[in-house]
C-alpha cells in the first residue's frame, strides 16, 4: 500500500513538471511588442452632476490649431573632392533647415455628455466604473483622459497615473455632442480705442493745432493781450 502510495505521488510529480515545461516562459520580448491598436489619450478636464440616474459629464477640452515651425538637422552628406591631382570622396556633416506642423492649444471649449449609450468611464486598470462613482470621483473640476478609439490597449493604460478616470467616447458622438466656446477674447486691434472721446468713434486729429488761426490771418492770435485794449 505504502508502494502504491509512493509510485502515485512520483507519477504526479511527473505530470506537473511537463505541463510546467510546455507552458510558455514570458520573456523581455514580449513586452516589447507594440499594442494591437493605437489608442493615444486626450488630456482634459472634467466634472459630473448626477440627477436620478442620469449622469452629465462637462468636459473641458482643448481648442487646438495647426503651427508651422522650423527646426535644424545635421546630415551627412558625400562629398566628392580633388586633392593634389587625387580623388577623393568623404563625408562631411551639414546643418540642413526643416520645417514640420504642431498643434498649438488656442483655448478650451465645454462639451457636454451623458453616461451610458456608448459612453462611459473606466479607471487606471481598465474597469468600468458605476454612476455614483463617476459623479463623486468627478464632483470638483478633475483632470481626465478620453478615449476616442474604444477600450484603451493596455500599454496606453501602463502611461496613466494611478487614479486618473479614463472617459471612453466613441468619436462621432465626441465631436456631435454640444459645445461651447469657453472665455475667448477678442484682441483689441485699434490702439486709440481708448483714447476716444465719449459718444466719437473717430479718433481726434492731432495734426490740428489747439489754437487754430482766424480766417486771412498768417498768424494766430497773441493770447497775452488782453480781450478789451483801453
Known amino acids: 500500500?505504502?508502494?502504491?502510495?509512493?509510485?502515485?505521488?512520483?507519477?504526479?510529480?511527473?505530470?506537473?513538471?511537463?505541463?510546467?515545461?510546455?507552458?510558455?516562459?514570458?520573456?523581455?520580448?514580449?513586452?516589447?511588442?507594440?499594442?494591437?491598436?493605437?489608442?493615444?489619450?486626450?488630456?482634459?478636464?472634467?466634472?459630473a452632476t448626477k440627477s436620478g440616474d442620469t449622469v452629465t459629464l462637462q468636459i473641458r477640452d482643448m481648442i487646438l490649431t495647426p503651427q508651422r515651425y522650423n527646426y535644424n538637422v545635421t546630415v551627412p552628406v558625400t562629398v566628392t573632392r580633388?586633392?593634389?591631382?587625387?580623388?577623393?570622396?568623404?563625408?562631411?556633416?551639414?546643418?540642413?533647415?526643416?520645417?514640420?506642423?504642431?498643434?498649438?492649444?488656442?483655448?478650451?471649449?465645454?462639451?457636454?455628455?451623458?453616461?451610458?449609450?456608448?459612453?462611459?468611464?473606466?479607471?487606471?486598470?481598465?474597469k468600468a466604473m458605476d454612476a455614483a462613482k463617476v459623479a463623486d470621483m468627478l464632483k470638483a473640476q478633475t483632470p481626465v483622459l478620453i478615449s476616442l478609439h474604444g477600450d484603451p490597449e493596455p500599454f496606453f493604460l501602463k502611461t496613466v497615473?494611478?487614479?486618473?478616470?479614463?472617459?471612453?467616447?466613441?468619436?462621432?458622438?465626441?465631436?456631435?455632442?454640444?459645445?461651447?466656446?469657453?472665455?475667448?477674447?477678442?484682441p483689441n486691434t485699434n490702439p486709440l480705442a481708448n483714447q476716444l472721446p465719449a459718444g466719437s468713434t473717430t479718433a481726434p486729429d492731432k495734426t490740428q493745432s489747439p489754437n487754430p488761426k482766424p480766417a486771412g490771418s498768417t498768424t494766430a492770435p497773441d493770447k497775452t493781450q488782453s480781450p478789451n485794449p483801453k
Open 82 to 126: 580633388f586633392v593634389d591631382g587625387q580623388r577623393q570622396i568623404v563625408t562631411e556633416n551639414r546643418q540642413e533647415m526643416r520645417s514640420a506642423v504642431r498643434n498649438k492649444p488656442m483655448n478650451w471649449r465645454e462639451i457636454t455628455l451623458t453616461l451610458g449609450n456608448g459612453i462611459s468611464v473606466v479607471d487606471t486598470q481598465g
Open 1 to 47: 500500500m505504502f508502494r502504491r502510495s509512493l509510485i502515485s505521488l512520483a507519477l504526479l510529480t511527473f505530470l506537473g513538471a511537463m505541463l510546467s515545461a510546455e507552458e510558455p516562459k514570458k520573456t523581455a520580448a514580449d513586452d516589447s511588442k507594440p499594442p494591437d491598436r493605437f489608442t493615444p489619450l486626450m488630456p482634459s478636464l472634467a466634472t
Open 161 to 186: 497615473k494611478e487614479g486618473t478616470p479614463i472617459i471612453i467616447v466613441p468619436a462621432d458622438q465626441f465631436h456631435s455632442a454640444p459645445q461651447a466656446p469657453v472665455g475667448i477674447q477678442q
